[in-house]
T-cell receptor, first 118, second 111 residues
């Protein structure tokens, strides 16, 4: 099964601990994204990256960090500075060009990781 | 800054009835609008985009720049349409590919 994968599916963390969520894609997509999904608030962008070794903050980057050392991988670290980390986290990827079967704007999503802080 | 608003958190209709999921946006440029859908136990996926002017699973959406709306419509709802629907906006340019999502609408189609 190709596409975009996230692990683990469920994650529990004690307060004060950092935790890293994995996101991998084999779609050869240039761009990758991390979203947080909360009931009634939709998807909010945490970080995104359009190229290896470069990434930009989204709307709610505080308390999170990312890296993009490989095109295929975009791990997200939820740090102890994140005040309300319990949420469902979605990773996505997309092409940047308008050519190909996936035109502009189509993002492919992973299955998500549910993080619970105890 | 751009913003996407979906005024209805929950929407319930009966099978065979028409359905309209509302989406309004604010953006001063020329946006690209999309509808994404998340069925139970499935991944979030693209349903349709305004630039394609296509009908997918009987759904259509027309971009109304005057009213800054991109409502999703289907004349006869089916039970399998029950899902979470998100409207999304892309600014293009240097923010190419970056999407702003609305709050989402949970559609329930009753038998």
């Amino acid at each position: 099964d190709g596409g975009i994968t996230q692990s683990p599916k469920y994650l529990f963390r004690k307060e004060g601990q950092n935790v890293t969520l994995s996101c991998e894609q084999n779609l050869n997509h240039d761009a990758m994204y991390w979203y947080r999904q909360d009931p009634g608030q939709g998807l909010r962008l945490i970080y995104y990256s359009q190229i290896v070794n470069d990434f930009q903050k989204g709307d709610i980057a505080e308390g999170y960090s990312v890296s993009r050392e490989k095109k295929e991988s975009f791990p997200l670290t939820v740090t102890s500075a994140q005040k309300n980390p319990t949420a469902f986290y979605l990773c996505a990827s997309s092409l940047l060009g308008s050519s190909g079967p996936s035109g502009r704007g189509e993002q492919f999503f992973g299955p998500g990781t549910r993080l619970t802080v105890l | 800054a751009q913003r996407v608003t979906q005024p209805e958190k929950l929407l319930s209709v009966f099978k065979g009835a028409p359905v309209e999921l509302k989406c309004n946006y604010s953006y001063s440029g020329s946006p690209e609008l999309f509808w994404y859908v998340q069925y139970s136990r499935q991944r979030l996926q693209l349903l349709l985009r305004h630039i394609s002017r296509e009908s997918i699973k009987g759904f259509t959406a027309d971009l109304n720049k005057g009213e800054t709306s991109f409502h999703l419509k289907k004349p006869f709802a089916q039970e399998e349409d029950s899902a979470m629907y998100y409207c999304a906006l892309s600014r293009g340019g240097t923010s190419y590919g970056k999407l702003t999502f609305g709050q989402g609408t949970i559609l329930t189609v009753h038998p």
